[in-house]
Each structure stands twice: as structure tokens, then as C-alpha cells.
């Protein structure tokens, strides 16, 4: 790594712009070039103080803004940290996240929060088509990517779809390929939204509550019935959804 001497001087070199634009440059500079690879720690507010002699909201700013442009993951206590390339996921297409994951090279992780009957409140009876108050399957599941949280999935399910749902150990085996062999997906209906995240949010996807996530909301159907409902929310610095349509190249 350079010396706190050699990132002044090139501070110094950018003395047209202002003082903040100039620390984020010293900072892409070392990400541009692979000095600082992904999920390198790059110096805290108080070290780029000290080493770059700005104030403390100069450095927070341009921590702030490198967060908020996807170069850098901030982690509250931890530190900031360089960002690693985004993952994607296809946007209307009902893809396992596990496979997506695998097939950028990645190790993908499941933790289960929540896996239980419950009765279905008036929104969740409304999307599944059944009473109010009737036996719903729920599961609520952190998805990670190298250890990094990137997507919590909140699904409800018709117990009549997948009676057998509760008893699968989703740390192994997603939802997603559960389902689509259990009730083979005939149609879906997706709604997306960006949206700021919830205080428990927050905690499963280890983010600030003032960075935005992106949503998904997406229905289900084997035949025609109903088989699930889920929101799934990434955070949005982490994570980029994609979509094509139409005859993209000639045969």
C-alpha cells in the first residue's frame, strides 16, 4: 500500500476540484488500479484525517458517496470495505438464486430465520386466493453470497400446493427448486419498487437504514392455483435485476 505521503501528494494533484472529489479519487485510483481488491478495508474517516490531513466531514462524504456509488460497502462498526463486482439476478424470471450464485463462481449460503404454519392476515389471504385467517406455510430466509448477505426472501405458501413445504431443510435445498418440483410453475406475476429498508431489515442484510433496497414482489402459479407469494429485498448497492425481451441477435 502507498504511503499516507504519496496519497497526499496525489490529494494535492487535484487541488481544481473540491476537497472531497478530490479524497474519492485517491480512493478509485486504488480500487481502479487492484491496489485495494474487493472486500479490501480501506482507512477509516480517522485514518484518511490523519493520513490525507482533511476534516472529518470531508472523509465522510466521500466514504459516504463511494457507498452510495457501489465502489465501496460500509459496515456499521466494522469499517468500509471495497465492493465486489454486483451480482444480478434475472428480473421476470423465476430463477433459483442458489444457481445464479454458483454460476458466477460463488459459494451461495442459506439462513433460515423463520419456518412455520401461521394464519394468513387479509393481505397475504388476498395474494394466496384463500380465508382469512386459514393456514398459510411461511418462511423468511437471508440468501448470501461469499458470506455477504444479498437477498432476504419472505415467502408465504398455499399449504395445498406443497403440504410437505415445512419439512424441507432449506439451508440445503431453496424454495425456489423445492416448489418448482412440487408444483411446476405454470405463470408468475412480479412488482417491482425501490424502497428504504425496515430496522430489521437492516440487521439480516447487515446495512445501514439509510441505504435502498430494491423489491421484489412476486406471485406464483402450478395450473390455476395460487402456489406462493414472496417479497424478496436486496440491497441495492450489492445487487442489480435484469431483464431482456425480444430477438436480440441473428441466427
Same mark, same amino acid.
Given at each position: 500500500?502507498?504511503?499516507?505521503?504519496?496519497?497526499?501528494?496525489?490529494?494535492?494533484?487535484?487541488?481544481?476540484?473540491?476537497?472531497?472529489?478530490?479524497?474519492?479519487?485517491?480512493?478509485?485510483?486504488?480500487?481502479?488500479?487492484?491496489?485495494?481488491?474487493?472486500?479490501?478495508?480501506? %482507512?477509516?474517516?480517522?485514518?484518511?484525517?490523519?493520513?490525507?490531513?482533511?476534516?472529518?466531514?470531508?472523509?465522510?462524504?466521500?466514504?459516504?458517496?463511494?457507498?452510495?456509488?457501489?465502489?465501496?460497502?460500509?459496515?456499521?462498526?466494522?469499517?468500509?470495505?471495497?465492493?465486489?463486482?454486483?451480482?444480478?439476478?434475472?428480473?421476470?424470471?423465476?430463477?433459483?438464486?442458489?444457481?445464479?450464485?454458483?454460476?458466477?463462481?460463488?459459494?451461495?449460503? $442459506?439462513?433460515?430465520?423463520?419456518? $412455520?404454519?401461521?394464519?394468513?392476515?387479509?393481505?397475504?389471504?388476498?395474494?394466496?386466493?384463500?380465508?382469512?385467517?386459514?393456514?398459510?406455510f411461511h418462511s423468511l430466509?437471508?440468501?448470501?453470497?461469499?458470506?455477504?448477505?444479498?437477498?432476504?426472501?419472505?415467502?408465504?405458501?398455499?399449504?395445498?400446493?406443497?403440504?410437505?413445504?415445512?419439512?424441507?431443510?432449506?439451508?440445503?435445498?431453496?424454495?425456489?427448486?423445492?416448489l418448482t418440483a412440487a408444483?411446476?410453475?405454470?405463470?408468475?406475476?412480479?412488482?417491482?419498487?425501490?424502497?428504504? %429498508?425496515?430496522?430489521?431489515?437492516c440487521k439480516l442484510l447487515?446495512?445501514?437504514?439509510?441505504? %435502498?433496497?430494491?423489491?421484489?414482489?412476486?406471485?406464483?402459479?402450478?395450473?390455476?392455483?395460487?402456489?406462493?407469494?414472496?417479497?424478496?429485498?436486496?440491497?441495492?448497492?450489492?445487487?442489480?435485476?435484469?431483464?431482456?425481451?425480444?430477438?436480440?441477435?441473428?441466427?
Open positions: 500500500m502507498k504511503r499516507s505521503g504519496e496519497m497526499k501528494r496525489e490529494l494535492a494533484e487535484n487541488d481544481s476540484t473540491p476537497l472531497y472529489a478530490g479524497v474519492k479519487q485517491v480512493i478509485l485510483d486504488r480500487i481502479h488500479s487492484g491496489e485495494w481488491p474487493p472486500k479490501y478495508r480501506v %482507512p477509516s474517516e480517522n485514518e484518511l484525517v490523519v493520513e490525507l490531513g482533511v476534516s472529518k466531514m470531508t472523509a465522510n462524504r466521500a466514504l459516504r458517496e463511494l457507498a452510495n456509488e457501489g465502489e465501496l460497502v460500509r459496515i456499521q462498526g466494522v469499517g468500509s470495505f471495497v465492493a465486489e463486482r454486483k451480482g444480478y439476478s434475472a428480473l421476470f424470471e423465476v430463477r433459483n438464486i442458489a444457481e445464479e450464485i454458483a454460476e458466477r463462481g460463488h459459494i451461495h449460503e $442459506a439462513s433460515v430465520v423463520v419456518l $412455520a404454519r401461521e394464519t394468513a392476515s387479509p393481505e397475504i389471504a388476498d395474494a394466496l386466493e384463500l380465508e382469512i385467517g386459514a393456514a398459510v430466509i437471508v440468501h448470501s453470497e461469499n458470506g455477504v448477505p444479498v437477498q432476504i426472501e419472505d415467502r408465504f405458501v398455499h399449504p395445498e400446493a406443497a403440504p410437505e413445504y415445512l419439512d424441507q431443510d432449506f439451508t440445503t435445498l431453496t424454495p425456489n427448486a423445492y408444483a411446476p410453475l405454470s405463470g408468475s406475476e412480479h412488482v417491482v419498487e425501490a424502497a428504504m %429498508p425496515q430496522a430489521w431489515e447487515t446495512i445501514l437504514k439509510t441505504e %435502498p433496497c430494491l423489491t421484489i414482489r412476486r406471485r406464483t402459479w402450478s395450473a390455476k392455483q395460487v402456489v406462493s407469494t414472496a417479497r424478496l429485498v436486496y440491497p441495492g448497492y450489492r445487487y442489480r435485476l435484469e431483464a431482456r425481451s425480444g430477438k436480440m441477435f441473428e441466427e
